[in-house]
C-alpha cells in the first residue's frame, strides 16, 4: 500500500522560516511533484522531510506508522529513501560499493539472493552501471552519478523514494531516460515517490499529482490534469 | 662496513614497523572521522605502561601484554568518544583540535604526576629468538615488533577495505549526510573507528615497550612521528602511511648511525625530508592532489 503522509510546519534554517507550513500525501505506485521556481522552498520542504533542515513540527507516517521522531539515518531503515539534488554519491568508492554498501547499511543479515536480486534490478534500469562497476563514482559524469545515485536509494527497498531535482543540469535525452526509468519503477516497485522538479513538462509525463510552491507556500495541488486545466494558475506559476 | 649497513637498515625496518603501527591507527581515525587526535600518542604510551606493569608486577608475557592494552584502549577510546568527543564533533575543527591537545596534555602530565618522567626499561626476555645472518644480527624483540607493527597495519588496512563496517567508515568520511540517508549511523561508525584506532594505539604501545623507553612522554615523540608520516603518505592513505614510515625510519636511523653524533639530530633530519615533499606535493606523495 505504502501510503505516505507528511506535514511540515515552520522548516528553513534557524531563525530563516521557508516553508510555513505543508502537508503532503501520496500512495504507493503514484508520484507527487513539488513544482515551483528557484527558491520556492521544494529542497526545503524535501530536506525537512528527512530532517536535513531545522523543523518547528515534523509528522511522519507511512501506512499507519508514527515516525515523526526517527532520526534521519533511520528513515532509510523505515523504508524511506532521499536522493539529494546535485547527483551525490561516495565519490571515493566505486560503483559497486556504493551499491553493496547501501545494501548492507539497511540489510542486517546480507541475503546474498535478495542482494543479487536488487543489484539485477538497478542493472535492469540503468545498464550502464554494471559495465562501470568498478569505476570511482567521482570519475563518473553527471548523468551518470544521477543513475548511480538513484540507484543507491533502490538497495535499501524504498516504500517511499524522494528525489531532488534529479535532472537538474542533464543533457535532454538524460532528461527521458531518467524519467522512463522513475515511470518504471513508479510501476513495478509499488514505491510512493516524491520528487521536486522544475521541468514541469518534463515531469508531468510520469507525476500523477502535483503540487506546486510558491515563496514556500502551497499556490496550487491537486491531479496533474487538473494542475495542467488550470489556465491562470499554470501561466502564473509554471510560465507554460 | 656493508654489515654495519644492513644491521642498521634491518633494526631501521623494525622502527618502520612500529611507527607504522602507530600511523595505522591513527589514520584510520582521522581519515574517517577527520578529529585530528592528538591523545592517540598518549594511547600509545598508556598502553605501554600496561603491558609494562602487567609484565614487571605479575610476570604476565608481553604478549598477553599487547593484547591486553588493545581491549583497554579500545574501552577508554569509546568512554573518551561517547563523553568528550561526540560532543565536539559538531564544532568547528580548531575546537576539536584543541580539544584533543588538551586531552592529550592532560593524560601526559597526569602520568608524569603518577609515574614520574623516569624512563624505564622492561627487562622481559626476548619474545622472539635473535635472527642471526652472517655477521648481521636482528635481536628478537624487534622482529617481534616488525611482525605484529605490519600485521596490525594490515588488519587497518584490510577492515577500511574489505569489510561492510570500512564501507561505512568510507561514505561516513566522504559524505556524512548522505551516509546518514543511505542508512548508515554516521555516529556509530565515527565510534567504532575511533575505537578501532585506540586499540590499534594500545597494541602499538605493547610494542614500544618491547624496544624503547617507557616514559610518558614517549607517546608525544611518537605521535608527531605519526602524524609526519600521515602527511608523507597522504591523509586516509593507508599503504602511503607504510612508505611514509619506511622513510622517517630510515632516515633517522642511518643518520643515527653513520654520522657523528647523529642520534640527536636523525629526527630532525627526518623533519627536513617532511617539510621538502610538503613543499613539493601538499598532499603527501601518494595524496590525492586536490580532496574536496
Not at chain 2, 96 to 105: E, K, P, R, V, Y
Amino acid at each position: 500500500m505504502n501510503r505516505f503522509e507528511a506535514s511540515l510546519e515552520r522548516a528553513g534554517y534557524g531563525e530563516l522560516v521557508v516553508i510555513p507550513q505543508l502537508a503532503i500525501q501520496v500512495s504507493g505506485g503514484e508520484m507527487l511533484v513539488l513544482l515551483g521556481p528557484n527558491g520556492a522552498g521544494k529542497t526545503t520542504a524535501l530536506k525537512a522531510l528527512v530532517g536535513d533542515v531545522d523543523v518547528g513540527r515534523r509528522a511522519l507516517r507511512l501506512d499507519g506508522a508514527d515516525l515523526s521522531g526517527t532520526p534521519g539515518w533511520r528513515l532509510a531503515h523505515a523504508g524511506i529513501a532521499f536522493v539529494p539534488d546535485g547527483a551525490r554519491c561516495f565519490g571515493t568508492a566505486t560503483v559497486h560499493e556504493n551499491l553493496r554498501g547501501a545494501f548492507e547499511a539497511t540489510h542486517r543479515h546480507a541475503d546474498a539472493a535478495s542482494r543479487r536480486r536488487l543489484f539485477d534490478r538497478a542493472f535492469d534500469l540503468f545498464p550502464i552501471l554494471r559495465q562501470r562497476l568498478d569505476q570511482l563514482a567521482g570519475s563518473m559524469s553527471g548523468g551518470q552519478r544521477q543513475m548511480l545515485a538513484i540507484a543507491r536509494a533502490l538497495m535499501i527497498q524504498p516504500k517511499v523514494l524522494i528525489l531532488d531535482e534529479p535532472t537538474a543540469g542533464l543533457a535532454p535525452k538524460l532528461v527521458e531516460e531518467l524519467f522512463e526509468a522513475l515511470g518504471r519503477i513508479k510501476t513495478t516497485s509499488g514505491c510512493a515517490i516524491v520528487m521536486a522538479e522544475q521541468n514541469f513538462a518534463a515531469a508531468v509525463s510520469v507525476a500523477d499529482h502535483c503540487l506546486v510552491l510558491d515563496e514556500g507556500r502551497p499556490a496550487l495541488a491537486g491531479t496533474v490534469e487538473q494542475v495542467r486545466s488550470n489556465e491562470k494558475l499554470r501561466v502564473a506559476y509554471l510560465g507554460l | 662496513m656493508t654489515t654495519a649497513v644492513i644491521q642498521a637498515v634491518l633494526l631501521a625496518l623494525s622502527m618502520a614497523a612500529l611507527y607504522a603501527a602507530v600511523a595505522a591507527g591513527l589514520t584510520l581515525t582521522v581519515g574517517v572521522t577527520r578529529i585530528i587526535n592528538f591523545a592517540h600518542g598518549e594511547f600509545v604510551m598508556l598502553g605501554a605502561f600496561l603491558t609494562y606493569w602487567l609484565y614487571t608486577r605479575f610476570g604476565l608475557s608481553p604478549w598477553f601484554g599487547m593484547a591486553a592494552s588493545g581491549v583497554a584502549l579500545a574501552i577508554l577510546s569509546a568512554a573518551v568518544y561517547r563523553g568528550f568527543l561526540a560532543r565536539v564533533l559538531k564544532q568547528d575543527e580548531h575546537n576539536q583540535l584543541l580539544a584533543t591537545l588538551g586531552l592529550s596534555i592532560l593524560i601526559l602530565n597526569l602520568a608524569i604526576i603518577a609515574w614520574s618522567p623516569d624512563p624505564r626499561v622492561m627487562q622481559a626476555p626476548p619474545l622472539l629468538p635473535t635472527l642471526n645472518l652472517g655477521g648481521v644480527t636482528v635481536p628478537g624483540n624487534n622482529i617481534a615488533v616488525a611482525l605484529v607493527g605490519l600485521i596490525l597495519f594490515v588488519a587497518m588496512y584490510a577492515i577500511r577495505n574489505y569489510t561492510r563496517y570500512g564501507t561505512q567508515m568510507r561514505f561516513a568520511s566522504d559524505d556524512p549526510t548522505l551516509a546518514a540517508h543511505a542508512g548508515i549511523n554516521v555516529d556509530r561508525v565515527f565510534e567504532l573507528s575511533f575505537v578501532i584506532g585506540g586499540a590499534a594505539a594500545g597494541v602499538s604501545g605493547g610494542l614500544v615497550a618491547l624496544v624503547l623507553y617507557v616514559q610518558p612522554t614517549i607517546g608525544v615523540d611518537l605521535v608527531i612521528r605519526a602524524f609526519a608520516i600521515i602527511a608523507l603518505g597522504g591523509l586516509g592513505n593507508i599503504p602511503g602511511a607504510l612508505i611514509g614510515s619506511a622513510i622517517l625510519a630510515l632516515t633517522e636511523g642511518l643518520t643515527s648511525t653513520f654520522v657523528p653524533q647523529g642520534g640527536s639530530w636523525g629526527f630532525g633530519i627526518a623533519f627536513v625530508i617532511l617539510l621538502l615533499v610538503l613543499v613539493v606535493r601538499p598532499s603527501g606523495l601518494f595524496g590525492k592532489q586536490a580532496h574536496p
